[in-house]
């Protein structure tokens, strides 16, 4: 009796592995020194860490012992209820079966990645198996350019081009080729779509293409209605897929910065290489009006040592020890051209450093400019209208450049003639009547010089092209003439058109030598650097006019863009010089 009692005594406080005669056994839980592995004991001196893993791993089936589960709390063994126990052993079972589950599910899948990577794999090595060769048997094919699809139509060509779309189904392949040129769609079938390089085609991918040009059937569309069915192709430059892919680089959410940054890029795009297609066939028709028109095309130079529009805006460098600038404006030396070479005009580059982030201003712009001899006020203005309006006719008479116009601007129309006149002084009491107020927020008067907002303003509802005359001589270069009669104002001209606003200025020039120089002394400009220009005055002056007009904005108009930065191949506005 005293042995067993002894006995019970020494096994009150047993753990998990203590003879099966013990009445209880204690099994302690500790979260913070605990530890949850099979091999703890469960003793005060190694305890477990959960409730759930203790109750789970402790074998209660000896009904001979009571086994007491203590958690220790602030420090204290407390004892863990019955029904604890049991939710913290069922909890553990869930999770164990869950966990179960989850390994299962786990293995399975990568036993299905498994098996795709060697499906991929054999697909891999199957495609490389297919080597694609000419078939002699057919004529020689004929290189073209994508714009001569449509004469090329049933012969067997050779096209070369970028990746614009793609797209795969049901065992074919179907690309729209880019070239600058046009677009075409072309078709690979057969075993041409089941080699590696047609599986592994990306955007911008360079290629040649071999095949037949057909007509679509009915109900069916594509660039000028007609695809290619490819024979055989190579491909030249494989484009990144993955992070570093073409529409990776440029979606619909990419920033203004980061566009102007990817410039190169964004050129490809439809939009972007639309407008430029545009330009060019605007500065095509602005040459042949000229031409038509009997003005001789100069170039005069970009590095100059006088100021056109006042010395602020003027880009300076160093020129051999000489300081220079970048040129605000050729008109001083197509003036020089006149008693030579008759009425010129050129299209050059102009730079103006002026701090502006405005939709409409560029630090570089092309500028087409002009100066005719003997002419009147009145004169220059029908020049400006004419000139304008032949080009335009020209241009949406260009069937290769007008339905590009009508794609981007759909309601764009050629102005109706005559254009709007409105005088300066007419403008100002437009402005006050319609209430609209000048930078200051007050009534507009005369002298004022017209915000751009005001007048962009003013433009957009009258809602037609407007010649703005006669500015104030305070507000206009020294070179401007004064009108005879009102010698508060000079024969100047802004062209305005509506949603741009400016996109002329001209005006005839002093050609009396005495005011000239006064011009000089007035605008605190020295007169020496200017001799070549002055000497105009002294031999042979005569009455002469002319203009700049900022190619830009004229496109900005045709085009419907925002603003000019869209215009131009790579603008440079202030704070960007980059790409």
């Known amino acids: 009796m005293a042995e067993a009692t002894t006995l ?78 049991k939710k ?23 036993e299905e990645e498994k098996k795709r990577e060697a499906s991929r794999l054999a697909a891999e090595q199957e495609a490389k198996s297919i080597v694609l060769k000419q078939d002699p048997s057919l004529p020689q ?12 139509r049933g012969q067997r060509v050779k096209v070369n081009g970028w990746v614009h779309r793609l797209r795969s189904q049901k065992g074919m392949t179907f690309i729209e080729l880019r070239d600058g040129t046009g677009y075409l769609q072309c078709v690979l079938t057969g075993d041409l779509p089941k080699t590696w390089d047609a599986q592994n085609l990306t955007l911008e991918t360079s290629m040649s293409i071999w095949g037949v040009i057909a007509p679509l059937p009915e109900g069916k569309t594509a660039p000028d209605n007609h695809e290619l069915t490819a024979d055989y192709f190579e491909v030249i430059g494989q484009a ?34 639309a407008v430029l297609k545009v330009r060019a066939g605007v500065l095509r028709a602005f040459r042949k009006s000229y031409e038509d028109m009997g003005l001789l095309e100069v170039t005069p130079p970009c590095m100059v ?34 008693p030579a070479l008759g009425d010129v005009f050129c299209i050059q580059e102009s730079f103006r450093a002026e701090k502006s982030l405005t939709r409409r201003h560029l630090s570089e712009y092309t500028h087409i400019e002009a100066e005719l001899a003997f002419i009147t006020f009145d004169d220059l203005l029908s020049h400006l209208e004419e000139l304008m309006c032949r080009t335009i006719d020209t241009v949406l008479a260009d069937p290769k450049v007008a339905p590009i116009i009508k794609e981007l601007n759909p309601t764009f129309e050629a102005p109706a003639r005559p254009f709007l006149r409105m005088t300066y002084e007419d403008a100002i009491q437009w402005l006050v009547e319609h209430q609209i107020p000048n930078e200051e927020g ?36 020294f070179y401007m003439k004064r009108l005879d009669g009102d010698p508060r104002v000079t024969e100047s001209v802004d062209c305005l058109m509506p949603g741009v606003g400016e996109i002329v200025g001209g005006s005839m020039r002093l050609d009396n030598l005495d005011e000239l120089m006064g011009g000089y002394k007035r605008e605190g400009i020295d007169a020496e650097p200017y001799y070549w220009f002055t000497d105009q005055r002294k031999y042979g002056t005569t009455p002469h006019g002319g203009y700049g007009l900022g190619l830009e904005r004229f496109l900005a108009w045709m085009c419907a863009r925002h603003t000019v930065r869209d215009c131009s191949l790579y603008p440079r506005w202030t704070g960007r010089c980059t790409p």
Not at 11 to 19: C, G, H, I, P, R
Not at 254 to 269: F, I, Q
């Open 8 to 85: 019970a005594d020494s096994t009150a406080a047993m753990s998990l592995k203590t003879d099966s005669l013990a009445i209880d056994v204690h099994i302690y839980v500790d979260e913070a020194t605990g530890v949850d592995e099979t091999a703890t004991s469960g003793k005060e001196i190694e305890p477990f860490k959960t409730l759930e893993f203790a109750a789970y791993h402790t074998d209660t089936t000896n009904k001979a012992n009571n086994y007491i589960f203590k958690q220790r709390r602030e420090g204290k063994w407390e004892d863990a209820t019955s029904t604890a126990v």
């Open 88 to 110: 913290a052993k069922k909890g553990y079972e869930i999770a164990l079966r869950k966990g179960a589950k989850q390994a299962e599910a786990a293995a399975r899948l990568a």
């Open 141 to 152: 094919a004929k290189p073209i350019k994508l714009r001569d699809t449509t004469s090329s």
């Open 240 to 273: 990144p897929g993955g992070d570093e892919a073409f529409s990776n680089r440029i979606t619909k959410d990419t920033g203004a910065d980061l566009k102007a940054d990817l410039r190169h890029l964004v050129l490809r795009g439809e939009v972007a290489s």
């Open 305 to 338: 040592q006088t100021q056109v529009e006042g010395g602020s805006t003027l880009f300076a460098f160093d020129y051999y020890g000489e300081k220079a600038y970048l040129t605000q404006s050729s008109q001083l030396y197509l003036e020089t051209c006149l």
């Open 442 to 477: 007050e009534p507009h008067k005369f002298g004022d010089d017209i915000a751009e907002a005001a007048e962009r303003r003013m433009t957009d509802i009258i809602g037609k092209p407007i010649f703005l005359t006669k500015f104030p001589v305070e507000i206009k270069a």
